[in-house]
């Protein structure tokens, strides 16, 4: 008998339940199975990277000096449907935000990944890879920082080989994904109909 009060109102409750839940986490491309055209070896590194570019995320873009002295490049921050972008310590850009897959335009973004050591970051249980990066005719050797407990990048950490998408040969991101640390900025040029 109590299926049958449910019954009526179960879609009004699947209503207003899923879209609830899924702002926790709304970029998220929902799969956690390895797409056509992925590189088995690196299933962990991928769905750590869709757990942390789907959701709402913080990344500050460093160029490596050859002397090991760190020149900030680009920080962005991705709340939801947004996102913010300043070169250096410029202003601030908002701009609607795309999805990156870990397929690119010419195949796999991550390719023969090899978990290379269980280490800590600061105090952070973190899993180290070494893996080949492709994108937009980009390629670099790289080590992946991911987080043990969330399974979230942490950092990376590209050296180039060939051309550059920057100045640098080499490029560190550092991520931030506790939502309590993710902040929209105050003011930002608002190119979203540009």
């Known amino acids: 008998m109590r299926l049958s009060f449910f019954a009526p ?6 209503l207003v339940a899923l879209p609830c839940a899924a702002q926790e986490d709304r ?3 929902g799969l956690l199975d390895r797409l056509p055209g992925e590189d088995p070896s690196c299933d962990f590194v991928n769905r750590s ?3 942390t570019f789907g959701g709402n995320y913080s990344a500050r873009i460093y160029g490596v000096q050859p002397t090991g ?3 900030l490049i680009e920080t962005e921050i991705f709340v939801g449907d947004l996102a913010y972008d300043r070169q250096g310590l410029g202003r601030w850009h908002l701009r609607h935000r795309g999805l990156r897959k870990t397929i690119g335009e010419i195949g796999a973004v991550f390719r023969h990944c090899s978990n290379a050591s269980d280490s800590l970051y600061g105090a952070v249980p ?10 937009n005719g980009y390629n670099a050797k790289s080590e992946v920082v991911i987080a043990t407990a969330t399974a979230k990048f942490v950092k990376i950490t590209s050296h180039f080989v060939g051309e550059s998408p920057s ?4 490029v560190m991101g550092i991520f931030e994904t506790k939502r309590d640390r993710i902040k929209s900025p ?3 040029v608002d190119l979203r109909n540009e």
């Not at 973190?126 to 994108?135: A, E, H, I, L, Y």
């Not at 100045?167 to 080499?170: A, I, K, S």
């Open 126 to 135: 973190v899993k180290v890879f070494q893996v080949d990066w492709s994108r």
């Open 186 to 188: 105050p003011k930002a």
């Open 167 to 170: 100045d640098f040969p080499v």
């Open 27 to 29: 970029r998220s491309f």
């Open 49 to 51: 990277y869709e757990r």
């Open 9 to 14: 109102i179960l879609p009004l409750i699947l």
């Open 69 to 71: 002295d760190y020149q």
